[in-house]
């Protein structure tokens, strides 16, 4: 009973604190490591403590897998150099430098050192992107970031490993080199099985619960698969962290051709939630670490001013270093013609910002505990990632957006994020009414060919309508809808009460208007993530259009008060659009009469544009590209 209810309070009050950060839009890994320090010192307050086997196999397992099905596989491979360079050889230069300067300062032998610097190397994958995303950081660089924090802890865990092996006695060069190879790639091919074998499983279940039973199963099946196999002969195996990634790439980027949609509704509804209990309950365990590491380091032969001085003099090291790496690493590549053809380089504020986004986490701290009980000062070891896991989350989390506005690094612009999904709309759409026309004409009536017709037009109307800045039909919908899902709801509810009708029947009934009230929030929240800003930047670019390329000068609009022809036959309109040849003024998709398309029918003009205040987009009607 104590331990179910230590559970709750924990979890309880980890999603608390989170909301309230939320609410005062702090980012919540920080308020919860702040709530834990103070409520480590509490006296009711159980000592919890962090062990390697709690962290590295019960959380760090379902975490990264909740990660890396959600990273997009594409935008991994397309930055697969950076993610190197920054997972790989950020870590072992890391590892080296703090290496030096723990065997300095603590005179500790190089076996430790080593075993330390690998401890405090890795960024942690929650933390970073947590953050990273809510100051509104460039998507290349969430990417980066995202890529870096899932591969790095297995990177620092080999390290860790071939340093602990050689506390307990010696290693060859030869010995760390094939260790390493096995792990890395070992586990890459374990993750690669794995998934394989998911994928075929996965295509025969129809079931929504099995799929999705079978997905929450899948972080411990890597993970256990890769650690279970040894090489005889040699102190190592494939990294089960590594095999847990690969895996949720793999299977993230085929999940669309795998799985029906609701079974990935539920999937990503399942792990929101298990990623949210536990990131926040990961930090507020942080926290709470602090009297038990505090009362140790009194009890080492090392005075406590040493080992707060070497713990402030590491977290410098760490901060420091990464910013040392960063900037080489990210233009020295670019300097080979190759290189620089495909990926030219970025402003220097894309580097820094990635520099000062390094904040360390749960597997740094749970990481120390796999140093042997033997080795001197271990408690001032313990305190080091201690300081270093806080330092680096209040410091570097703290100015993170202070440093973001400083340098003017902008995020994504949800105009032109609107743009590119019309885009793709528009694409899906004429594909599916190509089909319906090919496929279905003939088959099935003119009213269901008219209502399927509709259907396929409103999604894309509805994301074109939010580049206007008045209450677009689509809002005016959802909002009416709503109010009469809610009228619906009361009147079956109602009926419940009476016990007139089957509780089966009115459960159906309850679950339908459960998923349409569903899909209005999803609308809805879509809507106000893209929320309009006052000025939309010109897009340059015209994709390789030559339409888009021809027509770049604005003409006289004919009409400038409004659309032409709703102006002559008195009819509302919902946003303008202006020929690019002519200078017609019509109304858009969304408007009753769709006059700017019927222009374009009528006189075959190729190139529209926005004649709303402050948007410069354009569009093909030929090529249906945005410009």
Known sequence: MDVALTLVTLVAIAVAVAA???RFSVAAPLGLIVVGIAGSYLPFVPDLELT??????GLLPPLLYAAAIRTSLVDFKANRRPIALLSIGLVVFTTVGVAALVHMIFEADWAVSFALGAVVAPPDAVAATTIARRVGLPRRAVTILE????????TAIVLLRTAIAAISGTVSVWEVGLGFAMSAIGGAVVGFLVALVLVKIRRLIDDTLTDVAFSLMTPWLAY?????????GLDAHP???????VAGLLLGHKSHRIQSASSRLFEHTNWATISFVLENAVFLLIGLQIRGIVSAVGDDDLSFGRVAAGSALILLAVIVLRLVWMFPATYLPRMIPRIRAVDPPPPWTYPAVIAWA??????TLAAVFLLPANVDHRPALVMVAFVVTVGTLLIQGLTLPALVRLIGLRGPDP????????????????A???????????RISDSVMERLRQRATDRTDAVWERLGGVETPSAQYSRARAAMLEVERAEVLRLRDEASIDQSVLRRVLDALDVEESILDRLSEDATTADRETDLRPVTGHGGCEHLKDYCVTPTPTTPDGCEECLRDGHDWVHLRLCMECGHVGCCDSSPYKHADRHFDETGHPVMRSFEPGEAWRWCFVDNLTG
């Open 20 to 22: 309230v950060s939320e």
């Open 52 to 57: 390697p086997e709690i962290v590295l196999v």
């Open 147 to 154: 890529g870096e924090s899932l591969v790095n802890d297995a």
């Open 224 to 232: 256990i698969a890769a650690e279970q196999i040894h090489v005889p």
């Open 239 to 245: 990294s089960g962290v590594l095999a847990v990634v």
């Open 358 to 363: 390094g904040m360390r986490g749960v597997v």
């Open 415 to 430: 105009h032109e994020d609107n743009l590119e999904e019309a885009k793709v709309h528009q694409a899906a759409t004429a």
């Open 432 to 442: 599916g009414l190509a089909y319906l026309d090919e496929n279905e004409a003939g």
